[in-house]
């Protein structure tokens, strides 16, 4: 059986999943080949994602495709971009109506291969604190956009969350999308124009 087949295959946390707000079983959203060029890290799906089954089918994902210079096509054309999250199920909601963070057990069991089965990424966005916290190690999301440079010229980028929630520090740090976004769009040109 293939890597993605088992991961879709996995329900390690049912019974967690079972007693959130939402009360939902798994469901592993995979969405990689070995062929992927960009790797697209994220923290785990959100409820739109868990009915769709599709990563970033949602606003969030419209901003994302938008800082990337990427058309929807081309985003979901998996020999182009992998998202691999920490998580690969949407891990419900707390009783006051909030995320749950994406479960550790998620990233233990399954990152490590699926990192190893995705040899020709050349270029990889690291959104949110749980992935950048597992490629770069742990630190405050702000200061690691903030440092972005140190990491671009290795074809790693630190981002915020594309989420609405993130508009206002969007707002109030012009320079991510006057200075950020444009290396970033013409570092995915750069790596899909190579293929």
Not at 41 to 70: C, K, N, T, Y
Not at 157 to 179: M, Y
């Amino acid at each position: 059986m293939q890597l993605s087949e088992r991961i879709a295959e996995c329900r390690l946390c049912a019974q967690r999943f079972a007693a959130t707000e939402t009360g939902h079983q798994p469901r592993p959203v995979v969405w990689f080949r070995s062929s992927a060029r960009i790797l697209v890290a994220g923290q785990a799906p959100g409820a739109r994602v868990h009915a769709s089954g599709i990563p970033f089918d949602d606003a969030s994902g419209e901003r994302l495709r938008d800082w990337m210079g990427l058309s929807r096509e081309a985003f979901y054309d998996r020999d182009h971009a992998a998202v691999v999250p920490m998580a690969f199920c949407f891990p419900g909601y707390d009783a006051k109506g909030s995320d749950l963070p994406p479960p550790p057990i998620c990233a233990a069991t399954w990152r490590a291969e699926v990192m190893a089965a995705l040899p020709s990424v050349r270029l990889t966005l690291l959104i949110g604190g749980a992935a950048q916290g597992w490629h770069l190690g742990r630190g405050p999301v702000a200061a690691r956009v903030a440092a972005w440079r140190e990491t671009a010229a290795q074809g790693v980028f630190p981002l915020p969350h594309p989420s609405w929630r993130n508009t206002g520090w969007l707002k109030r740090n012009p320079w991510f999308e006057a200075d950020l976004v444009p290396e970033l769009r013409a570092a995915v040109a750069r790596v899909l124009e190579a293929e």
